[in-house]
């Protein structure tokens, strides 16, 4: 997958492009870096309707190519050196969105299974759940 990031992109307009790969992780975009394992203040995190230039005014315009078989920690860090934009990926967990600070040596492509799999097994417990309520009445 490639992102073409230029001044006027905005955060929203890389978050969908990332999501439409990877539908069971997100990214979000913050004020302040993290170090690798660590997770970012929700009070620092940057609305997606800013486009770069607002952020970063002096980022060089370009592509950023992101392989399923890429770290999550290198890709937050690719974001932070080359776009001065501090990145969590999120994915979920049982239907609730939590950031990849324990996953930041997997692949995007096995913390994408690994979260589609964990909403599937939510899905089904829901779904065992509302089955025996029925069977009850």
């Known amino acids: 997958m490639h ?3 230029h001044d006027d992109i905005t955060l929203e307009q890389i978050k969908n492009v ?8 997100k990214l979000e975009f913050f004020s302040k870096p993290h170090m690798i394992f660590e997770s970012s203040e929700e009070k620092c995190m940057i609305c997606g ?18 392989q399923p078989t890429e770290l999550v920690s290198d890709l937050e860090n690719e974001f932070q050196e080359r776009f001065g934009l501090p990145t969590q990926v999120f994915r979920k967990e049982k239907g609730e ?8 040596v997997f692949t995007l492509k096995d913390v ?21 309520e029925e069977e009850e009445l």
């Open 3 to 5: 992102i073409k990031i």
């Open 18 to 25: 990332f999501s439409s790969y990877y539908p069971y992780l």
């Open 49 to 66: 309707s800013k486009k770069l230039k607002e952020i970063n005014p002096t980022h060089t315009d370009a592509v950023i190519n992101i």
């Open 97 to 104: 969105w939590a950031q990849t600070t324990g996953m930041d």
């Open 112 to 132: 994408n299974d690994f979260s589609k799999n964990d909403s599937d097994e939510f899905l089904v417990e829901d779904y065992d759940e509302g089955f025996e």
